[in-house]
Nanobody
Framework: QVQLVESGGGSVQAGGSLRLSCAAS?????MGWFRQAPGKEREGVAA???????YYADSVKGRFTISKDSASKTLFLQMNSLKPEDTALYYC??????????????????????WGQGTQVTVSS
């Protein structure tokens, strides 16, 4: 069964760090992290195409880093200098088929057809 399983969420104070992990049952060329805060739409945080092309939301550039370990099929999101506005449920997502113009649609939830269950990140001030 193809699946994604996130872990690594938790509660930290502003300025702290967390590293999220997403264990995948298979290898995917397009993977991303999204987040959704209560009452808000799901938004793209970061994405990775292949092993080298990375994409970030402006709100997290310079603070978050997306990476993956191909051997273990694990996607990571290193989050530094966390802010209270980073508080949300974080999801891992994967696109299982080829995507045209991925660079222009990496942050659109409909680009992905496989989702994890989410891991909560809470940042207190």
């Amino acid at each position: 069964q193809v699946q994604l399983v996130e872990s690594g969420g938790g509660s930290v104070q502003a300025g702290g760090s967390l590293r999220l992990s997403c264990a995948a049952s298979s290898t995917f060329a397009y993977m991303g992290w999204f987040r959704q805060a209560p009452g808000k739409e799901r938004e793209g945080v970061a994405a990775l195409r292949g092993g080298a092309n990375t994409y970030y939301a402006d709100s997290v550039k310079g603070r978050f880093t997306i990476s993956k370990d191909s051997a273990s099929k694990t996607l990571f999101l290193q989050m530094n200098s966390l802010k209270p506005e980073d508080t949300a449920l974080y999801y891992c997502a994967a696109a299982t088929q080829f995507r045209v113009n991925y660079s222009g649609r990496w942050s659109v939830p409909q680009t992905y057809d496989l989702w994890g269950q989410g891991t909560q990140v809470t940042v207190s001030s």
